[in-house]
C-alpha cells in the first residue's frame, strides 16, 4: 500500500523543479530513441508541460529559499552527467539557471575546470565524454565537488521517480559504435570515465530508499 508522505515542496514547485530538469536534459540536443520515450513517459506520469522552462520562469517558481534553489542545481548537475556526456550546452544552461537563481555555488565552476565539456560526441575521434584537465585539478576540485553533490537530500515522491528513471540502475557497457561494418569508436564504460558515478549511485539509491521506506510504495520496477 502507498502511503502519502507530506513534502516540504508545493506541488506548483516541484512541477517547476522537474521541467527545469527536463530542460536539462534535453539542453543537449541529443536523443536517441530510447531517451525520447524516456522523457515522454516522464512527462506523461508526472503531468509536466513539454516545452522547456526558462530561467525567469524557474527561479518565480521555485522561490527565494536559497536551500531548495541550491538543491535545485546538484541535481540538475546529476540530470547533465547522468547519460554519460557533460555538454557545454547544459553547463551553459546550469549556469543560466543558477545566476536566475541569484546562487553562484564555487562548485559549478569547479565542475567546468575539473571536467572539460564536450560540445557533441564526435564519434570519429574516439573522444571521451568526460575529460579531467590534470591530476591535480582532480584532487583540489573534484572531491569537494562531490562533497557537495552527496548532500542532496530527497524528500520529494516526485522527484525520487524522476531520479530513479533518469539515473541508470547499472554502468552502462563498454561497447564499440560500428557503421557499415567498420569500428569508427569506442566508448568506454561509463563508471570508468564519469568522475561523480558513485555520486549518481548513491543519489539514485537515495530515492530508492525514499520510496521504499517512507512512502512504502513497491520499487522492484527500478530494480
Not at 512527462?43 to 522547456?52: G, N, T
Request: charged share 20%.
Amino acid at each position: 500500500m502507498v502511503q502519502r508522505v507530506r513534502s516540504p515542496y508545493a506541488s506548483a514547485q516541484m512541477a517547476v523543479w522537474l521541467r527545469g530538469l527536463l530542460t536539462i536534459a534535453l539542453a543537449d540536443g541529443q536523443c536517441d530513441e530510447n531517451e525520447q520515450r524516456l522523457i515522454a513517459t516522464l512527462m506523461d506520469e508526472q503531468d509536466l508541460h513539454c516545452e522547456p522552462i526558462s530561467a525567469a520562469e524557474l527561479a518565480a517558481g521555485l522561490g527565494d529559499d536559497p536551500t531548495v534553489g541550491e538543491n535545485f542545481l546538484r541535481t540538475a548537475v546529476m540530470v547533465a552527467i547522468a547519460d554519460g556526456a557533460y555538454s557545454h550546452s547544459e553547463a551553459l544552461k546550469i549556469q543560466e539557471f543558477s545566476a536566475a537563481l541569484n546562487l553562484a555555488p564555487p562548485l559549478l565552476n569547479s565542475l567546468n575546470a575539473a571536467i572539460e565539456p564536450v560540445s557533441n560526441l564526435i564519434i570519429e575521434t574516439e573522444q571521451p565524454a568526460f575529460a579531467v584537465n590534470s591530476p591535480d585539478l582532480h584532487h583540489s576540485l573534484l572531491h569537494p565537488l562531490q562533497d557537495w553533490l552527496d548532500q542532496v537530500d530527497v524528500q520529494d515522491a516526485r522527484l525520487a521517480h524522476f531520479l530513479c528513471r533518469m539515473i541508470p540502475a547499472q554502468c552502462p557497457f563498454e561497447r564499440d559504435v560500428n557503421l557499415f561494418g567498420r569500428k569508427i569508436a569506442h566508448i568506454p564504460a561509463l563508471c570508468k570515465l564519469n568522475p561523480v558515478y558513485e555520486q549518481l549511485v548513491g543519489l539514485r539509491f537515495r530515492a530508492l530508499s525514499y520510496l521504499a521506506d517512507e512512502c512504502k510504495e513497491d520499487v522492484t520496477r527500478y530494480c
